[in-house]
């Protein structure tokens, strides 16, 4: 079981799916939305997430994607997209012990910012990962 949530811990979510895609973003709606120099990220099946008093607040970031978010103190949790709806993205810096998943790769590698250069030795995509 993974467990996680926001800053102030208003929205808590639990989730026993089996992680997958558990990534470094460097894509720029990633940077916007988190307000960090990239996004890390792992997948589960949506029916496995389980939300632990309030929900979070949704935005339509792009015709890609909803983000979702605390609406109390901002944090980014989610990452939705729409041409997968049975799969959710979860931060893995809101995990409660984010050492438990480490990234396999990094994506949108094209769009890394010159002073974010990780020595993690990850496989790098230019753009997205290719199936």
């Known amino acids: ?3 996680g949530g926001c800053l102030c811990g ?7 799916g089996v992680p997958y895609h558990e ?9 916007r939305a988190l307000g960090a120099a990239f ?10 997430v389980r939300w632990i008093g309030e929900e979070p ?7 890609k994607a909803e983000r979702g978010f605390c609406p109390h103190c901002g944090t980014g949790l989610t990452y ?7 799969e959710m993205d979860l931060t ?6 984010p050492d438990t998943l ?17 020595a993690s030795g990850l496989p790098e995509y230019r753009e997205a990962r290719k199936p």
């Open 1 to 3: 079981m993974l467990t």
């Open 10 to 16: 208003a929205v808590r979510y639990e989730t026993d």
């Open 23 to 31: 990534t470094i973003c460097h894509c720029g709606q990633c940077r």
């Open 39 to 48: 996004g890390a990220y792992f997948s589960v099946p949506r029916a496995s």
């Open 57 to 63: 607040r949704r935005y339509r970031s792009s015709d």
């Open 80 to 86: 939705e997209p729409t041409a997968k709806p049975e």
């Open 92 to 97: 893995i810096p809101s995990l409660d012990d």
């Open 102 to 118: 480490l990234p396999h790769d990094e994506i949108y590698a094209a769009y890394r910012l010159r002073w974010a250069r990780l």
